[in-house]
């Protein structure tokens, strides 16, 4: 059969750095890349995806982390008959050491197509199509360098945290910290698949949520702060003199009206109370601007895409929590939370799907928290209350 | 003898020395030019970041590449974004330009930072999954190249972040994004009557259909279900748990359009996209219509929307209505929610534009 | 058996006009309106009402207009053992000549207990309390002097006009000339109860929406106009002179800053584009700006209490209808709407409900209306599509 | 012979000359003072209306007594207003005053215009209605007497719209009101096995119910219904289908309270009211309970919002944790929804106040 791959080779063109280089890279040294790319070119021709759903495949003792996958025609893509990836759970925040990356491409190399995802949406490093039994000793060496599967299926998903205080002036808590922390609590929640269903968790060291935790974690933790902002006078008069506006920049983009601009003492003037911690003054005024001092996350709960019942972003459970190690106030939460779920969960049914047919209220009685107004945008229209 | 659950490496043994020096001490920040940051401490020290972009589906060749300009720059460290680009980061102001210099040479491109399009949160498509709908890398990849400018520069009013599923169970968890692509069936799965007995547990099928379309077989000898084709709206529930009722379609399959959803909660609350074009084919290799649209909407909202305004904030405020007489976007029966909360979105008001 | 009304009489203390004087006063004539005192004391004595349902009374041809009522103790409280009410359709914008209330008044002395609602909150003149026998000649008089019975059950109810042109500067359209002909032109459906349930029309003449016809009206009618506002400049100089401060109270209230004060040459600029017509500056300056001169109404649909399934407002249908007697294109509409919902609605299920259930779009289909943007607020988040 | 769909009489009768006159061109008005409008015609004509406060359930004597002030000032014509005020209308101002003091010595308070509290729509109560689980007009009496001064003064951010209803049915329409008062059960039916068979067709019976507690009797014997109580919301729906299942209960009836509902389009849409309290007892014959509530909310409202803010536009603004604080009314587990759009009104952002 051809190895001709006209339509994809459309994609080498172009200033972004194309994916279709990558395989012929990769296929240099891999067969596997190599039927990876005609695959990919008969799709382009077909207009379907030529993969199979996967059996249960993976590595001893886990039940997670391994994406099974086959190919519809085997006889022409031989080499992608089995064409399974591997989840590797990423060093919170994504930093590295050129040596840990390199050794991690020497491993691929030998048991891999050579491809990978750097990194897949969750957060896991993905090594990109092996064969069943490449799986295990692939695995082994991982480990003896250090790494380790994240989480697939009904388990819990390998956590991700924004780069935070690693190199963020806003982060309100240590996400990096936080997230290894629980990544290493729960190894086994994360490699032994038992819930109704999956299950999220990630951490924003402040509401910008550069992890965009809000919208695809069951968990969310965000950092926030209690007190005011801090505001220093003479940096913001800087910005002013540097000719910001500040005044329809800053002051009217304030969701709360919680600014306003001194014109004669040509100061910022903050109400305290109506600063609802939107971040965005702070973000135009990095060098004037900055969260407060009494610092810890706000717990919100729910996030998740479409499947089935539609899509949620996470709401407030926990306006505010104290975030220190060994977390033990969210850990606690976070058993609870399991508890319950587990056991009225149906199969496939993530957390807010629950709570949307069990009732927020019933929820909260389970994790026994009181309910408070943060909790909602707007209480019930409707008369329609249970006693 | 075997390791298991050791978890993945400590962050810390990862961090460069600035980095694990300065760490929660940072003060402020600036965006030197486009792809350039500076982190001031309040030690007083400064790292310089210098982001490129990545194909996110790449071989180790191209990790190994990376690690060669980390080594000769960065003292043998980078790091990886929640949107995945890629991070160099020195102490040396001196280091930036070579730095830029070198990642010319490898065509990676520098940018994504501040008001610009970052890179194109995305998924498997093709290259992996059973479940797509449409490809991912490849409309990433056309998509980039004609949007190409706004990741390299900083004019538009806000950053604007793209993202793209291969199909509805949304893996980008795109349904936040300032302008979402996912894939979508418009035709209903065709059970294959030999292999359902085989493959699939029939009572677990007919429950995964969230509109009960999904029936037994009406010959009680056939051993296998049919979907009530009215009924379907061709999520793929029931193809997730039996693989022996595809739905993919080379004419009815390709991707709908979403846009205005956000994450952050920096002056309006988060926002879920919404439908813009609610079907476009698959026209591999390049998918032009697609491209087309993302680049009249980016067009219209670069001119017309206020400094910091996202393209969702930007049509709250002129009106939906406003958004598709200004993009030229024909509004169908499709745009019009008819889900469970889809009363919530009827204009009940008589605050409208003409 | 006792006539004190201790409790009651607490009811004829303080500032505002006493409903209990009201029914003392007509007790002085009508036996029933004494057992009426007493009964309504023994409710305030016992905290629940001693009203039980009404069978089917009414008057001969109709099946609507009265509504049966039977007290629960009629050994304690004879006079009110049968005591229904009849509901007597205004005339459109509730303006009377002093002649025409003397003759209602002087009937219901008659044939009721001497007290009434002025008005129903549909908008019916409520006459409260008579026997089943005195239901006919009651009517016969009623309709002698000119009056005829509004709607009850699942009929059409007696719609509802604002004074509209009648008395207020800002009618778009003639509300009351409208109200009046669809009254008389559905008088069967009025009184001949053959739908699901029930279904109201309301109509008002600009957004201010002063019979508040979004909220209680299935089929909703709003003046509004299509061409820019009218802006008499001298008249907001004016206003401005005498002290108005326009920019905080008129310009920044408008929700789409289609408005702008240009203090160098004191004028108020209009984007007229960017106006919904909201009303606002309009209120705050009547003699300065009125509503433009292309004058017609927002058809609106489904508004209803939260009888079963939940309140709603009416949502937009047809933003823009040109009003003229005949009123064809309304009456066609009314008609197309009416088939579907009696041909697919179940019992005690409004439009609104029906809609919800099977659908808008199937819906626009069956009335033949293209889907335009006005009709929502945002289009579907979610990507469960139809096709 | 009888005569029948004769329909209302025609309007253009009922009109006083001065509105027949200039009848669609009326140029603008002015409030005079609270309860006097002047509307001024493009003719030049000029049109007094003097607006008075009516309890609605009213004798004839009231009026005939309306009429004898009517024939008196204004050529023998009046209308009553969408609230159930009654406005004399007459082109003369000299009869302006001497109007209001015929209408004091009636006992008639002169206002509800503009930026005031006009009257409360309600419905009948224990006055009339079967379904009632609070009374209407007393309850109004009391709450009109404790806000009588807003009535006849105009010293509000805006108007503010007070509606009464006496079962969820909601007759009153009080959904969209500034403030809603509601009666409320709080205990499931009672089927009243005796009854049943003989008042109601058990099928309908258990089809009213939304929640579906409605059972038939588990003994067969027994051709009555059932009803779970953890499933029943006290909606009543199925005694207006059944009289033979009562719900009033002299404990456990009384009213809810909801707020920051509006109709009119003027800045923000139309809203809808919603809880602030879940359960006041009946405490006839003055509630002062639900006397105080409202004062107390009317109080914060007078001293905090903006000029032309409706209380539910002020509400919105300062956030309903920051309305709940101020107000000092407990939040409680009933005013989260947990009906059909429940999800819709959860906050998902990290935005709020402490
Ligand atoms: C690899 C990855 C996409 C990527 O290219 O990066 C991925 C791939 C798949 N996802 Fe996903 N999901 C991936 C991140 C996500 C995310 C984003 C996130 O986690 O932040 C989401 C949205 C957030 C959420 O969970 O709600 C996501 C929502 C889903 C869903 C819908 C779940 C839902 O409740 O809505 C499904 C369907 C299902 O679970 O059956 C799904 C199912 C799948 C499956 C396993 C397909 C299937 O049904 O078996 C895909 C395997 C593809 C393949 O062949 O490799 N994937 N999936 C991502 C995981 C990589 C990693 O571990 O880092
Ligand atoms: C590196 C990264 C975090 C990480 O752990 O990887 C990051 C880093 C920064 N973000 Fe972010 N954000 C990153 C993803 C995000 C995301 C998540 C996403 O895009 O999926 C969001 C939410 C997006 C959304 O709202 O839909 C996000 C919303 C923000 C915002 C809010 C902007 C707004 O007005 O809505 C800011 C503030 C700003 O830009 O002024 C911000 C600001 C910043 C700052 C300036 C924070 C700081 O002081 O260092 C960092 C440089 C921003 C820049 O690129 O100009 N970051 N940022 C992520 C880079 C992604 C990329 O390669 O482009
Ligand atoms: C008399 C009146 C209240 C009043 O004191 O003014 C009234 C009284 C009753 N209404 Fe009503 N409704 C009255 C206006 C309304 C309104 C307001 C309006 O029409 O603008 C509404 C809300 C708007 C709407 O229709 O949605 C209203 C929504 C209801 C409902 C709930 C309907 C729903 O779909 O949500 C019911 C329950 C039912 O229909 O079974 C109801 C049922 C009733 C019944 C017939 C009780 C019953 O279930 O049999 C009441 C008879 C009371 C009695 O003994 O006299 N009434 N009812 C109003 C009619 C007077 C008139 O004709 O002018
Ligand atoms: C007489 C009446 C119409 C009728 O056919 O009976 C009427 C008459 C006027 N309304 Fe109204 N409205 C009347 C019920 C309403 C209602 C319906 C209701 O209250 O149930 C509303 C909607 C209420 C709501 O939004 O919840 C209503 C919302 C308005 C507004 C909008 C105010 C706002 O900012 O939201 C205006 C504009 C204004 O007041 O500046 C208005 C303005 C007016 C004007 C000034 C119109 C004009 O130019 O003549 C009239 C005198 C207002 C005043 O009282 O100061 N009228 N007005 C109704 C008097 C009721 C009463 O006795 O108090
Ligand atoms: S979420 Fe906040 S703390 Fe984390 S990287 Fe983004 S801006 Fe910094
Ligand atoms: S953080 Fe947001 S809410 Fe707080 S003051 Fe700044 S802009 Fe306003
Ligand atoms: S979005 Fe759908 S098709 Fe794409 S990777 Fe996820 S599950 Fe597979
Ligand atoms: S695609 Fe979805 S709707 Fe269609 S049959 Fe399958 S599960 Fe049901
Ligand atoms: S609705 Fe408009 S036209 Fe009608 S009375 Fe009110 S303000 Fe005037
Ligand atoms: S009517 Fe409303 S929208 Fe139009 S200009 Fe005036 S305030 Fe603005
Ligand atoms: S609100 Fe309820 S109790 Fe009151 S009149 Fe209407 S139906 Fe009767
Ligand atoms: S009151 Fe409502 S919920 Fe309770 S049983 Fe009756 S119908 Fe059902």
Redesign the interface.
């Known amino acids: 059969m051809s190895d001709e791959t006209p339509?994809?080779d459309?994609?080498e063109?172009?200033?972004?750095?194309?994916?279709?280089k990558?395989?012929k890279?990769?296929a240099k040294r891999s067969p596997a890349?190599k039927d990876?790319l005609r695959i990919?070119e008969q799709?382009?021709k077909?207009?379907?995806?030529?993969?199979?759903?996967?059996g249960i495949v993976g590595v001893?003792?886990?039940g997670a982390g391994v994406i099974g996958?086959y190919c519809d025609a085997p006889e022409k893509f031989p080499e992608v008959t089995a064409?399974h990836?591997m989840r590797i759970?990423?060093?919170?925040?994504?930093?590295?050491?050129?040596?840990?990356?390199?050794k991690?491409?020497d491993i691929?190399?030998k048991y891999g197509s050579?491809?990978?995802?750097?990194?897949g949406?969750t957060?896991d490093i993905i090594l990109?199509?092996t064969t069943t039994e490449n799986l295990q000793p692939c695995f082994?060496e991982l480990?003896?360098a250090?790494?380790?599967l994240g989480g697939s299926g009904s388990a819990l998903r390998t956590p991700?945290a924004?780069?935070g205080?690693?190199?963020?002036?806003w982060?309100n808590i240590?996400t990096?910290a936080l997230i290894?922390d629980l990544?290493?609590t729960y190894?086994?929640e994360i490699?032994r698949p038992r819930w109704p269903y999956k299950f999220k968790i990630k951490a924003s060291g402040c509401?910008?949520?550069?992890?965009?935790a809000?919208?695809?974690a069951d968990f969310t933790i965000?950092g926030?702060w209690?007190d005011a902002l801090r505001i220093d006078q003479a940096a913001v008069k800087q910005y002013v003199n540097d000719g910001m506006d500040i005044v329809?920049?800053v002051v009217n983009?304030?969701?709360?009206?919680a600014l306003a601009w001194n014109e004669k003492s040509s100061t910022l003037v903050l109400k305290a109370?109506?600063?609802?911690?939107?971040?965005?003054c702070i973000?135009?005024m990095?060098?004037a601007l900055?969260p407060g001092l009494q610092k810890g996350a706000?717990i919100?709960i729910?996030g998740k895409?479409?499947?089935?019942?539609?899509?949620?972003?996470?709401?407030?459970l926990v306006?505010?929590m104290e975030i220190t190690p060994p977390y033990t106030e969210m850990k606690e939460l976070l058993a609870k939370i399991w508890d319950w779920w587990d056991e009225h969960g149906k199969?496939?049914e993530r957390l807010?799907e629950l709570i949307?047919r069990i009732?927020?209220?019933e929820f909260?009685r389970a994790v026994d928290i009181k309910?408070?107004?943060?909790?909602?945008?707007?209480?019930?229209?409707?008369?329609?209350?249970?006693? | 003898m075997?390791?298991?659950?050791?978890?993945?490496?400590?962050?810390r043994?990862?961090?460069?020395d600035v980095?694990a020096k300065n760490?929660?001490q940072?003060?402020?920040?600036?965006i030197v030019k486009a792809g350039v940051l500076k982190?001031v401490s309040e030690t007083g020290d400064e790292?310089y970041?210098v982001r490129a972009?990545?194909?996110?589906?790449?071989?180790?060749?191209?990790?190994?590449d990376?690690?060669d300009v980390?080594?000769k720059y960065c003292d043998?460290?980078?790091?990886?974004?929640?949107r995945?680009n890629?991070e160099f980061?020195t102490p040396n102001k001196q280091n930036v330009e070579p730095l830029i210099q070198a990642l010319g040479k490898l065509?990676?491109?520098v940018g994504g930072t501040g008001d610009c399009i970052s890179n194109i949160?995305?998924?498997q498509?093709?290259?992996?999954?059973?479940?797509?709908a449409t490809?991912a890398?490849?409309i990433v990849?056309?998509i980039?190249?004609g949007l190409?400018d706004h990741?390299t520069n900083m004019k538009l009013p806000n950053h604007l972040r793209i993202s793209l599923a291969c199909c509805?169970?949304?893996?980008?968890?795109i349904?936040?994004s300032d302008l979402a692509v996912v894939g979508v069936h418009t035709k209903p799965p065709r059970p294959d009557h030999q292999k359902v007995l085989a493959q699939c547990e029939i009572p677990?099928t007919i429950q995964?259909c969230?509109t009960g379309a999904v029936r037994r077989h009406p010959d009680a000898n056939i051993k296998s279900v049919v979907v009530k084709e009215d009924l379907c709206m061709y999520?793929a529930?029931c193809f997730t748990v039996c693989?022996a009722m595809p739905l993919?379609?080379?004419e009815a399959?390709g991707v709908a359009i979403y846009a205005g959803g956000k994450?952050?909660?920096?002056?309006?609350p988060?926002m879920?996209s919404r439908m813009v074009v609610p079907f476009l084919p698959?026209h591999?290799?390049?998918w032009p219509e697609v491209v087309d649209v993302l680049k009249k909407i980016v067009e219209v909202y670069a001119a017309s929307a206020k400094?910091?305004e996202r393209l969702g904030e930007w049509i709250e405020r002129i009106g939906w209505e406003a958004f598709f007489r200004r993009t030229e976007i024909p509004f169908t029966e499709q745009h019009i929610d008819d889900?469970?909360?889809a009363v919530e979105t009827y204009r009940t008001t008589t605050q409208f534009k003409w």
Chains 1, 3 share one sequence.
């Open positions: 339509l994809l459309e994609l063109k172009g200033p972004w750095p194309s994916y279709v990558e395989i890279r990769a890349s990876l990919q799709s382009y077909d207009r379907v995806t030529h993969w199979k759903h996967g001893t003792g886990y996958r064409f990836t759970n990423q060093p919170a925040g994504w930093f590295y050491t050129t040596k840990a990356l390199r991690v491409c691929w190399e050579g491809m990978t995802n750097f990194h949406a957060g990109l199509g082994d480990t003896e250090g790494f380790d991700a924004c780069v205080q690693a190199r963020c002036e982060a240590d990096m290894h990544t290493m190894q086994d490699h509401p910008n949520d550069c992890v965009a809000i919208a695809r965000i926030t209690r329809s920049l983009n304030c969701p709360t009206e109370d109506d600063c609802v911690r939107c971040m965005h973000n135009m990095p060098k900055r706000t919100l729910g895409a479409p499947i089935l019942k539609g899509a949620n972003l996470s709401w407030v306006p505010f199969t496939r807010a949307e009732g927020l209220k909260l309910p408070v107004p943060q909790m909602i945008n707007k209480p019930r229209a409707n008369p329609y209350v249970f006693f | 075997r390791k298991t659950d050791i978890g993945p490496p400590d962050y043994t990862m961090l460069p980095i760490y929660g940072w003060k402020y920040h600036e982190h790292v970041t972009g990545s194909p996110r589906l790449v071989s180790i060749d191209f990790i190994r990376a690690c980390a080594d043998g460290h980078l790091r990886f974004t929640s995945h890629v980061l065509g990676m491109p949160v995305h998924t498509g093709w290259i992996h999954c059973h479940s797509a490809d890398s490849g990849k056309a980039m190249d190409y990741f509805i169970n949304m893996c980008g968890a349904h936040c677990t995964s969230p999520c529930n693989p993919a379609d080379a399959d994450v952050s909660n920096a002056r309006k988060p879920f698959n591999p290799p390049r400094p910091s889900f469970t909360h």
